[in-house]
Structures are given as C-alpha cells and as structure tokens.
C-alpha cells in the first residue's frame, strides 16, 4: 500500500509541476509589463518599441510601460533583462548589439543564452547616404568615385564600434575593396549630421533617421541595405540590386526575454505581438516612417538571430572588429 501511495504521490506531483507552468500563463498578465529600451528616447528602436507596446497592450488588456535603459551600445539595458525576474513582466526591445556585442566585446556580463527569443518586430532598413556634393547619385557610381580617391579613401561616419553602420562599412570594404576611413561617433544622429555638414562623406543609418533628411534634399540616398526596397521609399535600389548582395543588415527591433521565462508566456506574448503588428493602426505609425513590421513566430526569430550571429560574426572576425 505504500508503494502505491507513494507512486499515486508521484504521479500527482509530475501532474502539478506540468499544469503550474500553464497557470501562470493563464493568469498572465494581472499587471503592466515592461519593455526595455537600451537606448536613449527617439531613435528607430525606441519608436518601434512605442508602438509594438500599444499594439500588444491593447491585446492583453494590460499596459506595456516603456522603460529606456540606454548605454555602452545596448549592453546596460540587455544585461539588466537578462538578469531580471522570469516572470512574463520585463522584456527586451533587442537590437542588431544583442547579436554582435558578444562578438566584439570581451567580457560580456551576461551570456546570449541569458535572453530567450519572443518575436522579431520590425526592420528599419539602413540606408547609405553621401553629402550631396558627392557626384554619385548610387553605389555603383560612389564605388567608382571612391577609387579615384586612392591611399586617402573616402571618410565613412559609424555611430561606434559594431554598430550597424560598422558593419555596413566592413561590408562595402570587403565587397569592392575600396578605401573607407571609419569616422565613429556617438550616436547616428550625430553621424548623420557631420554627413550633412559636410565633414565625412558618407554613412548608413535607419531610414526613419534619414529618410526625413533625403527628401529636405541634405542627404543623397545611394543605396538601402535591407533585402528589399522600401515600402514607404521605393526609389531607393537595394544593394544587392546594384550588384552587391552582400551588403546586408538592417536596423532590426525584436522582444526578447529573460532565460526561464515559461514558454506558455512567452508564446502568449508572441501571438499578441503578431496579432498587433498585423492591425492596420500598427503598420500606418511604422510603415510611413519607413520601418518595415517583420511579424513571425518565436521559431522564426530564433532562426533569424542564429543565422544573424553566424553571418556577422565572419565579418567581425575578417576585419578584425573590436569593442572600443
């Protein structure tokens, strides 16, 4: 009779520890959440996090609170998520540094797997722009402009060391092996800016940030780095389009989540993110700016990131890319 007591407590207990997960999920959310930004207010990701916040509270019936954690190129506001409570109330609005911190920083932390993918959100493609007095209206012809330049190269603004622009400097390079002398600076507004003065030549940021700029007539848009044209600005020829496919990253925001996270929330997140990003409210705040939403599933986006560390880090690894 023991034993049978014992067995019947056994099976009870492997029952519990199965349905707790799926409580928790069914109870979640019974307050706001969080979504950290790791970086300063009114830039792409943080605009991407403002409005994939609305669209998901308006899904759970819960507020989702924007929370901006910014510092030493996302890692201040990842770490602080990575070592957060799992319990469905503080994400991640993860950037393109959540895959190539690790690869060019030394002593990271915390570790990749201390954040769990929940869904890719939204693209802002990078878009190469030059100085208008630049005499190349697109890549090919600002490749050829380049190697007149010889030794001195073509001065390229990055706003720091493994930026999105870094590596879509490092890709330029290695796809055409013209001389680009990388100018770092602290954020892509400023680079944008010393562009627009007349300072550097040349640089790549998120669309929002230069699409405005472009149609002032400030900046001359070469070539956009995403897998295709984009929605709200078709004019601009991809790169792979001009011949070099290569060249390709975009400014990218995804949710992600501490480790331990129960994967019934993290899938309950994951459908009230699609659901919102799919409302026609969603796609007219990101669409216009020149943001592309990117729904899909938390296997799309695992996907995505694994493949994402593998190709950037043989471009970190080939040009010898380095944390500052």
Not at 181 to 191: A, D, F, H
Request: overall charge positive; proline content about 7%; aromatic content about 6%.
């Amino acid at each position: 009779m023991k034993i049978i007591r014992l067995l019947q407590l056994l099976a009870l207990s492997t029952a519990c520890a199965t349905w707790v997960p799926f409580a928790q999920a069914d109870a979640w959310p019974d307050h706001a959440i969080r979504f950290i930004v790791p970086f300063a207010p009114g830039g792409a990701n943080d605009l991407i996090a403002r409005v994939a916040a609305d669209g998901v509270a308006k899904q759970l019936g819960k507020p989702v609170i924007i929370e901006n954690k910014p510092g030493a190129g996302a890692i201040v506001g990842a770490e602080y998520v990575a070592h957060a409570k799992p319990d469905g109330y503080t994400f991640l609005i993860g950037a393109a540094g959540v895959v190539t911190n690790s690869l060019i920083t030394p002593k990271m932390p915390y570790a990749d797997s201390d954040l769990v993918p929940v869904g890719l959100i939204a693209v802002a493609p990078s878009v190469i722009v030059v100085n208008p007095s630049v005499p190349a209206s697109n890549l090919k012809e600002f490749i050829a402009w380049a190697k007149t330049k010889g030794d001195a190269g073509v001065d390229f603004a990055t706003a720091g060391s493994g930026s999105t622009p870094h590596f879509v400097e490092e890709m330029l390079k290695d796809a055409t092996g013209v001389k680009l002398v990388i100018v770092p600076y602290k954020s892509g507004s400023e680079s944008v800016n010393a562009v627009i003065g007349g300072q550097v030549s040349a640089t790549s940021e998120a669309s929002i940030v230069v699409i405005p700029q472009i149609k002032a007539g400030k900046l001359k848009a070469i070539a956009t780095t995403y897998g295709k044209r984009i929605s709200s600005y078709p004019s601009i020829p991809t790169a792979a389009e001009q011949g070099y496919p290569s060249v390709l990253i975009g400014h990218w925001a995804g949710l992600l989540a501490p480790k331990g996270t129960p994967q019934a929330i993290i899938e309950k997140m994951n459908a009230a993110l699609q659901k919102g990003l799919k409302t026609a409210e969603t796609r007219g705040r990101l669409v216009p700016s020149g943001i592309e939403p990117e729904p899909g599933s938390v296997a799309d986006f695992a996907k995505f990131i694994a493949s994402e560390r593998d190709r950037l880090g043989k471009v970190a690894k080939k040009s010898g890319m380095h944390a500052e």
